[in-house]
Antibody
């Protein structure tokens, strides 16, 4: 079945970076864009950006420009989201989600906690 | 960026009754509108895409309508498992944006 399996929870100090992975299976890896969405505690979801696994092209929300980098490894069908210069406001659950248009398959999420 | 506004923030409805949730876009998104359900501790689940098309496996009691800037999600006869938070999201262009959600609670 179609699955997106994400890496485990992370605890980081302010100023550090975090890299979250998302391994895709059960479908043709290069046929669907992968989006990254985060959700802070008690808040609504926030779209961070998207990567095209086929060519590696990306699009980022302006809020994260310069701080986020989305990459993929086609040999392992794995996507990565790297967020740098972490601050306490980046504490959230980070999701990868598949979608050509609407987001039809979601990973279970990776909790990232930023705390000194 | 397009701002999505949902109303009400909380909706109290009895099981078996109908629930109507609203979503407004600050600019037209045509029919590029999706609805998601989220239960505590879980990821979002796609319910509706294209404003009115049910996703795979979604019961017929869920229906969506609207186009342009005004959209509605209707749940015709609420079941216990439907009490959750619902989000709308446009995918007309990047950045995609979500509404702040409507919490559907048991009356």
């Amino acid at each position: 079945q179609v699955q997106l399996v994400q890496s485990g929870a992370e605890v980081k100090k302010p100023g550090a970076s975090v890299k979250v992975s998302c391994k895709a299976s059960g479908y043709t890896f290069t046929s669907y864009y992968i989006h990254w969405v985060r959700q802070a505690p008690g808040q609504g979801p926030e779209w961070m950006g998207v990567i095209n696994p086929s060519g590696g092209g990306t699009g980022y929300a302006q809020k994260f420009q310069g701080r986020v980098n989305m990459t993929r490894d086609t040999s392992t069908s794995t996507l990565y989201m790297d967020l740098s210069s972490l601050r306490s406001e980046d504490t959230a659950v980070y999701y990868c989600a598949r979608g050509r248009y609407a987001l039809d398959v979601w990973g279970k999420g990776t909790t990232v906690t930023v705390s000194s | 960026e397009i701002v999505m506004t949902q109303s009400p923030a909380t909706l109290s409805v009895s099981p078996g009754e109908r629930a109507t949730l609203s979503c407004r876009a600050s600019h037209s998104v045509s029919s590029y509108l999706a609805w998601y359900q989220q239960k505590p501790g879980q990821a979002l689940r796609l319910l509706i895409y294209g404003a009115s098309t049910r996703a795979t496996g979604i019961p017929a009691r869920f229906s969506g309508s609207g186009s342009g800037t005004e959209f509605t999600l209707t749940i015709s006869s609420l079941q216990s498992e439907d009490f959750a938070v619902y989000y709308c999201q446009h995918y007309n262009n990047w950045p995609y944006t979500f509404g702040q959600g409507t919490k559907l609670e048991i009356k």
